[in-house]
């Protein structure tokens, strides 16, 4: 079994930590809190845990599941005190950014983005099992070490997740469909409901509020610093999904403006049709 380092005990770090020591790994656990450590070692996403970098010294694999925008940082932070050989991979949702940049700090990195989640955040949140039958897309370009590779696609499949490889500027415009902007559109559609004036009119929306607007509007309600950095790291596919998003939006209100039933029909018809091909 390799010896794996988990860097960021939160949601996705502490799911991969249940798995992992599970699967008999010895899982070095690395968070920012001495609390967040010791809770990881009680439920047993890790073997062994605390909150100093260099504890990824001995990891033949480390996991890097801190925020995108500290990715990089902590990537270099551990550089110094990896063997040579150790494999480097992350969990950001954005790859375009962080796939050179860690490159250019470390030959054996491997971009990687398991597609599981949940509204909450958190490492009391964790659970056995988050990324079975969910996707899991690895990053690589022309500098990816194969063996590298390998030893990450190994792993990711044995969590019992469906592997999927693109290229990172591939990953961050698809990505940005269908992860990135329901979080816009999400919030959006909440802010809205937010803005009717009445407030016997909203009270009355939020009491009949029922499972259709508990999907669309789930994502909406996750955690803010998450969609921040979606929008700031990803900034020009999401730019132009919601140009899109915004067109759809708009031909769909002229449509109703000019009572054109038809049309409104046809168009419910189309997405009605499109929409299989995104269920798993």
Known sequence: ???????????????????????????VGIAR?????????????????????????????????????????????IAPHLSKGAVITDVASVKGELVPAIEALWSDFVGGHPMAGKAEAGLAVAETGLFQDRPYVLT???????????????????????????????????????????????????????????PAILTLAQTLASSGFQDTSRVGGGVPDLGTLMARHNRAAVLDALTQYQYQLERLKTLIAAEDWDAVHNTLIRSQTARPAYLA
């Open 1 to 27: 079994m390799e010896r794996i380092a988990i860097i960021g005990l939160g949601l996705i770090g502490g799911s991969l930590g249940l798995d992992l020591t599970r699967q008999g790994h010895p899982v």
């Open 33 to 77: 809190r001495v609390e967040t450590a010791k809770a990881a070692l009680a439920m047993g996403a890790a073997t062994e845990a605390g909150t100093d970098l260099a504890l990824v010294a001995g990891a033949e694999v480390v996991f890097i599941c801190t925020p995108i925008d500290t990715v990089v940082a902590t990537a270099e932070a």
């Open 140 to 198: 690589p370009t022309a500098a990816t070490n194969p063996e590298a590779l390998e030893r990450v696609r190994a792993i990711a499949s044995s969590l019992g997740a469906n592997l999927c490889q693109c290229h990172p500027a591939q990953h961050d415009r698809a990505v940005a469909w269908i992860s990135h902007l329901p979080v816009m559109v999400s919030s959006s559609l909440i802010l809205a409901c937010q803005g009717e004036t009445d």
